[in-house]
């Protein structure tokens, strides 16, 4: 996180522990008005459509829960798309009925939006959704061209963005998409623990609401009746951790102010800066396909494990991930490994410093010979 979100967190923790939760809160109500108008500025809408949650993932299924699904109801998707969202969908089809279909992919990688949809045309789709990024990949999804056919379709579209919020420039009315998840962590550099969903008002004229509405989202307005709110804050809940929202806004502001378009491009060429020295080394595949990629970069490598690759690495000081096959079942199958080792690097990142990760990466496998 830069220094002034950090800061703001912790004279928002501060002021909770002189005064009280309650009495920080309305203290501080035009710094959280600011923070509802910044993350709606960094994508391209009001802040009416933005309400703040835990996590990309609670927004996700936020979102998920607001739509009437029938029995024979079909959710499109991908064969990309988060291991969380594709375990929400397998719920949702073993306890309502629904079918998952997940669209295929190019043979350059990334999915075929025309089968997309010629899919749409042949089934009863209530829902499409799509991630934007996925966890396990520097693949970038055509979500642009995908929500024009859902707008043409009429159908519901939701967007994952937890990888891409603070990596590309973002701009909901582009996207065309009803719903857009985020997490305010990852490149967008804010806090863990929060994130945001952007709820559009399509969605809110059709008077969608999450099934487990919250008081914050509704008035009980009768003894067996209640009203949901005018805008997106009928996804939210009542308690909030405020001093994380406060610093969501910081993170946007800040990521606003060295510019989203600079951002984007010094990220996507440290990453293919990876791609291109990894590429050298022979026990190493680079596993990233698709016309457009990002800053993510994914590989296995022969003869290593990616944790215990992972520990070394950051004993040096260099932090990566490791993934497994379930974070990515689909995708990890066809292209025949059982994880990747996973590196992200942010704008903040150094030449030099990617130039040493490689090296240590090499070094570290001449050590397993």
């Given at each position: 996180?830069?220094?002034?979100?950090?800061?703001?967190?912790?004279?928002?923790?501060?002021?909770?522990?002189?005064?009280?939760?309650?009495?920080?809160?309305?203290?501080?109500?035009?710094?959280?008005?600011?923070?509802?108008?910044?993350?709606?500025?960094?994508?391209?809408?009001?802040?009416r459509n933005?309400?703040?949650?835990?996590?990309?993932?609670?927004?996700?299924?936020?979102?998920?829960?607001?739509?009437?699904?029938?029995?024979?109801?079909?959710?499109?998707?991908?064969?990309?798309?988060?291991?969380?969202?594709?375990?929400?969908?397998?719920?949702?089809?073993?306890?309502?009925?629904?079918?998952?279909?997940?669209?295929?992919?190019?043979?350059?990688?990334?999915?075929?939006?025309?089968?997309?949809?010629?899919?749409?045309?042949?089934?009863?789709?209530?829902?499409?959704?799509?991630?934007?990024?996925?966890?396990?990949?520097?693949?970038?999804?055509?979500?642009?061209?995908?929500?024009?056919?859902?707008?043409?379709?009429?159908?519901?579209?939701?967007?994952?963005?937890?990888?891409?919020?603070?990596?590309?420039?973002?701009?909901?009315?582009?996207?065309?998409?009803?719903?857009?998840?985020?997490?305010?962590?990852?490149?967008?550099?804010?806090?863990r623990g929060?994130?945001?969903?952007?709820?559009?008002?399509?969605?809110?004229?059709?008077?969608?609401?999450?099934?487990?509405?919250?008081?914050?989202?509704?008035?009980?307005?009768?003894?067996?009746?209640?009203?949901?709110?005018?805008?997106?804050?009928?996804?939210?809940?009542?308690?909030?951790?405020?001093?994380?929202?406060?610093?969501?806004g910081e993170?946007?502001?800040?990521?606003?102010?060295?510019?989203?378009?600079?951002?984007?491009?010094?990220?996507?060429?440290?990453?293919?800066?990876?791609?291109?020295?990894?590429?050298?080394?022979?026990?190493?595949?680079?596993?990233?396909?698709?016309?457009?990629?990002?800053?993510?970069?994914?590989?296995?490598?022969?003869?290593?494990?990616?944790?215990?690759?992972?520990?070394?690495?950051?004993?040096?000081?260099?932090?990566?991930?490791?993934?497994?096959?379930?974070?990515?079942?689909?995708?990890?199958?066809?292209?025949?490994?059982?994880?990747?080792?996973?590196?992200?690097?942010?704008?903040?990142?150094?030449?030099?410093?990617?130039?040493?990760?490689?090296?240590?990466?090499?070094?570290?496998?001449?050590?397993?010979?």
């Open positions: 996180m830069p220094a002034p979100v950090v800061q703001t967190i912790q004279d928002h923790i501060l002021l909770e522990s002189r005064i009280g939760g309650y009495e920080a809160a309305d203290a501080r109500r035009d710094a959280m008005a600011a923070a509802y108008q910044s993350v709606a500025d960094l994508i391209g809408t009001r802040p933005i309400a703040f949650t835990e996590n990309a993932t609670a927004s996700f299924s936020l979102a998920l829960s607001s739509l009437p699904f029938a029995r024979g109801d079909v959710i499109l998707t991908t064969r990309n798309d988060y291991a969380s969202s594709q375990i929400q969908l397998l719920s949702l089809r073993a306890r309502l009925g629904v079918r998952i279909i997940r669209a295929p992919d190019r043979s350059a990688g990334g999915v075929d939006v025309q089968a997309m949809a010629e899919l749409i045309q042949r089934h009863r789709v209530r829902l499409v959704c799509v991630t934007q990024i996925p966890t396990n990949s520097g693949l970038v999804q055509d979500v642009q061209a995908i929500g024009s056919v859902c707008r043409d379709a009429e159908v519901t579209y939701l967007v994952d963005a937890c990888q891409s919020i603070g990596q590309l420039p973002l701009n909901v009315a582009e996207l065309g998409c009803d719903f857009l998840s985020a997490s305010a962590r990852k490149y967008l550099r804010g806090p929060v994130g945001f969903l952007y709820v559009s008002d399509r969605v809110l004229d059709q008077g969608l609401a999450p099934l487990f509405i919250d008081m914050r989202g509704a008035d009980w307005i009768g003894e067996d009746r209640y009203r949901a709110v005018a805008d997106a804050r009928r996804f939210e809940n009542w308690e909030f951790a405020w001093a994380l929202v406060l610093a969501t993170a946007a502001r800040y990521a606003m102010a060295v510019g989203m378009e600079a951002i984007s491009q010094r990220v996507t060429n440290l990453g293919q800066r990876v791609r291109e020295q990894l590429a050298s080394i022979d026990q190493v595949r680079v596993l990233d396909r698709g016309s457009q990629l990002c800053g993510i970069v994914s590989a296995t490598i022969e003869g290593s494990d990616p944790g215990e690759l992972v520990t070394a690495l950051r004993s040096r000081g260099i932090n990566t991930s490791a993934q497994t096959r379930e974070y990515a079942l689909l995708d990890y199958d066809d292209k025949r490994v059982t994880g990747a080792l996973r590196i992200s690097p942010h704008y903040y990142n150094t030449e030099e410093e990617i130039d040493q990760a490689v090296s240590a990466i090499r070094e570290l496998l001449q050590q397993q010979r």
